[in-house]
């Protein structure tokens, strides 16, 4: 059993900054990758930023430049850094992770979003 939680969203202006954390609890042995996605209404939800254990990252075009990616292994936790927002940066932003339990199951998990709104 492992709970991923996302917090940080919230209304911000056009040009502002947010930064998104999500934190992993439970039954967890060691986290593999963890990645942050995204998802508005009537839209198909999509990679924002990916991150491996050892810290290799990789970004959606559309965010290189303005969102940074990191994690705190010691405690189990993603951030994203989200600079220069934009209206259509606006989506309910998704925390995903493959964790190795602490009976040896590897599992991916989800959390259950956190909003972000980018208007004026």
């Known amino acids: 059993q492992v709970q991923l939680v996302e917090s940080g969203g919230g209304l911000v202006q056009p040009g502002g900054s947010l930064r998104l954390s999500c934190a992993a609890s439970g039954s967890i042995f060691s986290i593999g990758v963890m990645s942050w996605h995204r998802q508005a209404p009537g839209k198909q939800r999509e990679l924002v930023a990916g991150?491996?254990?050892?810290?290799?990252?990789n970004y959606a075009n559309s965010v290189k430049g303005r969102f940074t990616i990191s994690r705190d292994n010691a405690n189990n936790t993603l951030y994203l850094q989200m600079n220069s927002l934009k209206p259509e940066d606006t989506s309910v932003y998704y925390c995903y992770a493959v964790v190795t339990t602490t009976i040896g199951g590897l599992n991916s998990y989800w959390g259950q979003g956190t909003q972000v709104t980018v208007s004026s």
């Open positions: 991150i491996t254990s050892g810290g290799s990252t």
